[in-house]
């Protein structure tokens, strides 16, 4: 197996498991990884995800490049295709996705990291897209979820230098919410995981689906899109749980119905 899956305490911990080689994404790893998501997507007792990489020097460093060059040339788009409709499902995800970054993050590792909700980093991983040295552009959201996050000029310098950014300041441009130090990490992400799961589970949905649209598109749509997404939580036992919990002052025992 090229990765590792299991579901403990209603979040689901995908690790990408080929440390010899960097964790990089080969046919096999994302054909693995796209079914367990794809069952995790309609499993309810599922609350959250954390995706993250075996070992402590490298998160993910992209597209197996030794797999890529064995290929024929008609046959490397549907490779790149692959890795889009792979880095797009984690996008898509109803339930939120934490990357725990144990390590750096390289090309189409940093666009998988860029396709998650939050992302906490290690106090020594460092971020790039190196793709225009190798005589092509990011291909799996990079163009396109960057500048979004950091802006476009330091977007820009990352895609047409290959700069890397280190993690304190991948914090201050947003690229990460936090790094921590490499013994911390899963304790940290776990515990956002935590509280996550602790809230509705159908309003976390909703609400992560109205950001994500919303992002998309103008404000006064947006805002038409919250509405809908609202909607969607008032006919729920939750709210009404939410409602009786806050009244006789107790946590809320959320069902996710």
């Known amino acids: 197996m090229m990765i590792q899956a299991e579901v403990k305490d209603r979040t689901g911990w995908l690790t990408l498991d080929r440390e ?39 998160f993910c460093a992209g597209a197996d490049l030794k797999e890529r060059a064995k290929m024929k040339e008609s046959e490397v788009w549907e490779a790149v295709a692959s890795i889009r409709r792979f880095i797009e499902s984690v996008y898509e995800m109803p339930q ?20 998650c909700d939050l992302r ?21 959201g990079g163009t396109q979820r960057l500048p979004r996050l950091i802006g476009e000029q330091k977007a820009k310098e990352m895609i047409l230098t290959g700069r890397k950014l280190a993690a304190d300041e991948a914090e201050e441009s947003g690229l990460i919410l936090k790094y921590v130090p490499v013994k911390h990490l899963y304790e940290e992400a776990s515990t956002m995981a935590g509280l996550i799961n602790s809230r509705a589970p159908l ?12 992002m998309q598109t103008d404000l006064k749509t947006g805002l ?22 806050f009244k006789e002052k107790r946590p809320p025992e959320f069902t996710g119905r």
């Open 20 to 58: 010899d080689a960097a964790n990089a994404l080969n046919s096999d790893l994302i054909v693995q990884a796209s079914d367990v998501l794809q069952e995790w997507r309609h499993d309810t007792a599922v609350r959250s995800i954390i995706i993250t990489g075996a070992g402590k020097k490298v």
């Open 96 to 115: 939120p996705v934490i990357a725990a970054l144990n390590g750096h993050a390289i090309g189409g590792g940093l666009e998988l990291a860029l396709a």
């Open 120 to 140: 906490i980093s290690t106090d020594q991983a460092f971020f790039s897209l190196a793709e225009t040295g190798l005589g092509i552009i990011p291909g799996a």
């Open 203 to 214: 309003a976390i949905r909703s609400a992560k689906a109205a950001v994500n649209q919303g």
């Open 224 to 245: 038409e899109l919250e509405r809908e997404q609202y909607e969607h939580t008032i006919g729920t036992e939750d709210r009404l749980e939410g409602l009786r919990a």
